[in-house]
Nanobody, 121 residues
Framework: QVQLVESGGGLVQPGGSLRLSCAAS????????MGWYRQAPGKQRELVAA???????NYADSVKGRFTISRDNAKNTVYLQMNTLKPEDTAVYYC???????????????WGQGTQVTVSS
């Protein structure tokens, strides 16, 4: 019913930048909060940044001042601009969205397939 498709990951040198995108599609009635999580090898998945439908944002302390989350409600798309990347940012990044689908009008959490971000010289 609903798909989240991510793009924009890759290999970047320390200090570099990447921009991740995540587009939701399907039988969407409304998209509520959207966010980005990441999971490094041997670690638990953690919240990186989140944004409400009204634009209120929340960031992990480790990325404040370096990452910026934004969204285009008309396109059901969320972005993560990542600047001044560090090796410790290396992880698989997952998009998450709480979406109300047309068939049930109930909110459910959906996840993208994940995109690898590697920060290395």
């Amino acid at each position: 019913q609903v798909q989240l498709v991510e793009s924009g990951g890759g290999l970047v040198q320390p200090g570099g930048s990447l921009r991740l995108s995540c587009a939701a599609s399907g039988s969407i009635f409304r998209t509520n909060a959207m966010g980005w999580y990441r999971q490094a090898p041997g670690k638990q998945r953690e919240l990186v940044a989140a944004i409400t439908s009204g634009g209120t944002t929340n960031y992990a302390d480790s990325v404040k001042g370096r990452f910026t989350i934004s969204r285009d409600n008309a396109k059901n798309t969320v972005y993560l601009q990542m600047n001044t990347l560090k090796p410790e940012d290396t992880a698989v990044y997952y998009c998450n969205a709480r979406i109300v689908v047309v068939s049930t009008l109930s909110p459910l959490d959906y996840w993208g397939q994940g995109t690898q971000v590697t920060v290395s010289s």
